[in-house]
Every structure is written in structure tokens, then in C-alpha cells.
């Protein structure tokens, strides 16, 4: 089965650039998270969704940041306009609900590889 | 308050020894479940163990073992027998049921297993 999938791993901007991460979770997952990781701030949440709707939209930054959830398939991270403060690893994380009386755990979030963004 | 804490920001280990990772968590959710993932320097989070909140016994994966102290609300991860590979960092995490299924991670702790 193909995991959660992140485009483009890499990117490289200049400032004032709109930049646009994408993600595709896993089929059947009902829970998709974006992190932002950076040395000083560590591991963020910016927003989740479940059922393609946004949840906690709290950690994310300013209205720069815009997340969209248009179907259960694709979720886009939008950056506009960028700034080198911007530069970190992006993660899409997917998920099932926790049930944790069930034996078999069903919470785990399954991470993409991460698209490293550099705003110069 | 934090909701996960871990108070070790960098750890070493021999190799071959046993090591283990702390990690606190305050939630008043009764329905939550806790994991440890493994960050290595490539960059991946790769998913080590989880624990439930009604499970009775610590959960355990190969060299992986939670210790699940639930009064005390700790999760600490013990790694038997490192391994030059386990150099990495370790994340704990918190997911609760009841308010939202939000996911909280802790800080981290880098690792690094000495030949």
C-alpha cells in the first residue's frame, strides 16, 4: 500500500513567492494533519482535518497560510507570499481515530516524507 | 500546561546497554493513547510503539518496551540492547479521543548510541 504521499520534497523559493505543498493520505484514513518542523520550534501543528474538514486551525501562523481539504484524497498547504522565517520541513501526517479500548491500535499517524521548503 | 513533556534534551548510551527515553503527560481525557516515534537524521518519522489508555500491561515491540506508569501519567521508552542505529531523535506523543483526536508531541530527545 503507498503511504502519505508529499510533493514536492523539495522546493526553493525567493521571497514574496506563493508556494504551494501538496499531500495525498492514505486511502481510508479520515484524519490528515500538516506539522511545520524547524531546529528552534521543534515539531508545530499548523491545522488538521477530519472528514476533509479543518479542525484546529490554530497553529497556523498568519493568513500567509492557507490549508485546503478539497476531497478525502488531497490536502494543500498554501504559503502566500513566502518569507525566508517560512523555511522548515512541511509534513502531511494521516490517520484512523483512536479507539484506545480496542487491542488493536488504530491511532497511529502515519508521517510523509517531508517537503523541505527554503524561502531565500 | 504542556501536555507532553520530555525533560531530556540529548542523551548518550554504549552500545549494547539499555537506555531509557522520559516522558510525562497531563491530559483529563480518560480514552487517550500514547506513541513514540523515531526521527532519524534522514529526516523520516517512523512509528515505534503505542500504548493505550485502558491497556494493563506495557506495551512492547521487539527492543522497544513502553513503561506506562498511568498515576504518575508517564510513558517512558525503553530500548534494550542499542544499537549504533538507534542514533536518532525520539519524539513522544499524546493523542486523546474525547477532545477532538488533536495529536501533541513532545520536544524530543536526541539519542546517540557511543561504539
Known amino acids: 500500500d503507498a503511504g502519505v504521499i508529499q510533493s514536492p520534497r523539495h522546493e526553493v523559493t525567493e521571497m514574496g513567492q506563493e508556494v504551494t505543498l501538496r499531500c495525498k493520505p492514505i486511502?481510508?484514513?479520515?484524519?490528515l494533519f500538516w506539522y511545520r518542523q524547524t531546529m528552534m520550534r521543534g515539531l508545530e501543528l499548523l491545522i488538521y482535518?477530519?472528514?476533509?474538514?479543518?479542525?484546529?486551525d490554530s497553529g497556523m501562523p498568519e493568513d500567509r497560510f492557507s490549508a485546503k481539504m478539497p476531497n478525502a484524497s488531497f490536502s494543500t498547504l498554501k504559503i502566500q507570499p513566502s518569507e525566508p522565517r517560512d523555511s522548515a520541513v512541511y509534513f502531511c501526517?494521516?490517520?484512523?481515530?483512536?479507539?484506545?479500548?480496542?487491542?488493536?491500535?488504530?491511532?497511529?499517524?502515519?508521517f510523509g516524507e517531508g517537503s523541505r521548503l527554503t524561502v531565500l | 500546561a504542556q501536555k507532553i513533556t520530555q525533560t531530556q534534551p540529548g542523551m548518550f548510551v554504549q552500545e549494547k546497554e539499555a537506555v531509557t527515553l522520559d516522558c510525562t503527560y497531563d491530559?483529563?481525557?480518560?480514552?487517550?493513547?500514547l506513541f513514540w516515534y523515531k526521527q532519524p537524521s534522514s529526516g523520516e518519522m517512523i512509528f515505534l510503539i503505542y500504548?493505550?489508555?485502558?491497556?494493563?500491561q506495557n506495551a512492547t515491540e521487539g527492543r522497544y518496551s513502553l513503561n506506562f506508569q498511568k498515576a504518575r501519567k508517564s510513558a517512558n521508552l525503553v530500548i534494550s540492547a542499542s544499537q549504533l542505529g538507534d542514533s536518532a531523535m525520539y519524539f513522544c506523543?499524546?493523542?486523546?479521543?474525547?477532545?477532538?483526536?488533536?495529536?501533541?508531541f513532545g520536544t524530543g530527545t536526541s539519542l546517540t548510541v557511543i561504539p
Open positions: 501526517a494521516s490517520s484512523l481515530a483512536l479507539f484506545p479500548w480496542r487491542e488493536t491500535n488504530t491511532g497511529e499517524l502515519f
Open positions: 491530559t483529563s481525557d480518560p480514552s487517550y493513547g
Open positions: 500504548q493505550g489508555s485502558y491497556d494493563q
Open positions: 482535518f477530519n472528514n476533509n474538514v479543518p479542525i484546529d
Open positions: 506523543a499524546m493523542r486523546e479521543r474525547v477532545f477532538g483526536n488533536q495529536f501533541y
Open positions: 486511502s481510508g484514513h479520515d484524519y
